[in-house]
């Protein structure tokens, strides 16, 4: 089971969103859609009242869930996702790439262009219509085989130079192994030793991370992490260990220390939803309780 799933923030488009991932990329499908209740919603959200409430998606296997929301949050590349497009696995993987990159690129616009760089032979990095990017790679055969989506989390702006730190508190926080840490050259000046790439498992999945100079963005709700989290004692220790702002604290988010957005919800949560009431208590919390579903 993925227990770490990216969650998507839209503007009220999230199932067009997942119908044009599910195109864009081929090996994928919709899993479930789930509806806003037809009412006892709070003033902001009655205008979604039996609409789109997120919609679960697969791309090779990976989930993501999709928010259908407002214009409050948009993602942005604080948070990407690799496709690593392996040669040993799809012989034909340049072609490949270069098809998923022509449907991403519709309506988006290219962060790094679609050339030869020193760590690939083929990479670019797109940002698509909606605001979620991707860094799409042909892999080196040679090396340590790794899965088609890997998040990644780059630390600019308000929390720039703090990869290396993100590496070991994360991996503490959930246990897991660190695979490879690049550190940027000498002539990097300013960021020389700060990481150029870094990649760790969590859970048994794998994410990566790097520093990056100043930019104009930083993390948001736009994208977050949700835990799917194995009762209340493990929800709570992962909260305890997450929950560094106590104004982003609601309806089961937080967000950590470097301002990452992190959803720590119970594994039962659908069954737990199903109960009397439970939209309204769901609201009404901050770290989600179990008990007060009845």
Known sequence: MQRIVPNLWFDHNAAEAADFYTAAFGDARVVET???????LLDFQTE???????VEFEIGGYRFIGI????????????????????SVDADARQHLDELWAALSEGGKALMPL???????????????????????????????????IPS???GYTAQGRAAEAIEYYTSVFGGRVGSVVPYPAEAGPMAAQVMFGDFQLLDQWFATMDAADQDFTFSC?????????????????????????????????????????????????????????????????KIEIAAFG
């Not at 979604?48 to 997120?54: I, P």
């Not at 929301?69 to 942005?76: D, H, I, K, L, Q």
């Not at 949700?226 to 997450?242: I, N, R």
């Open 34 to 40: 789930v509806r806003y209740p037809s009412e006892g």
């Open 48 to 54: 979604f009242a039996g609409q789109v409430l997120t």
């Open 68 to 87: 259908n929301a407002g214009s409050e949050f948009r993602p942005n590349p604080s948070v990407s996702f690799f496709v690593n497009f392996d040669p």
């Open 115 to 149: 050339q030869e760089y020193p760590f690939s032979p083929h990479y670019g990095w797109i940002e698509d219509r909606y605001g979620v990017s991707w860094q799409l790679m042909l892999t080196n055969a040679d090396g340590e085989p790794r899965p088609f989506i």
């Open 153 to 155: 989390v780059m630390f």
């Open 222 to 286: 736009g994208v977050s992490l949700m835990v799917y989290c194995d009762g209340q004692d493990e929800l709570d220790h992962y909260w305890s260990q997450l929950s560094a702002v106590p104004a982003a604290e609601q309806c089961g988010w937080c967000a950590d220390k470097f301002g990452l957005s992190w959803q720590l919800i119970p594994a039962n949560l659908g069954e737990l939803m199903a109960k009397p009431d439970a939209y309204d208590k769901l609201m009404g919390m901050k």
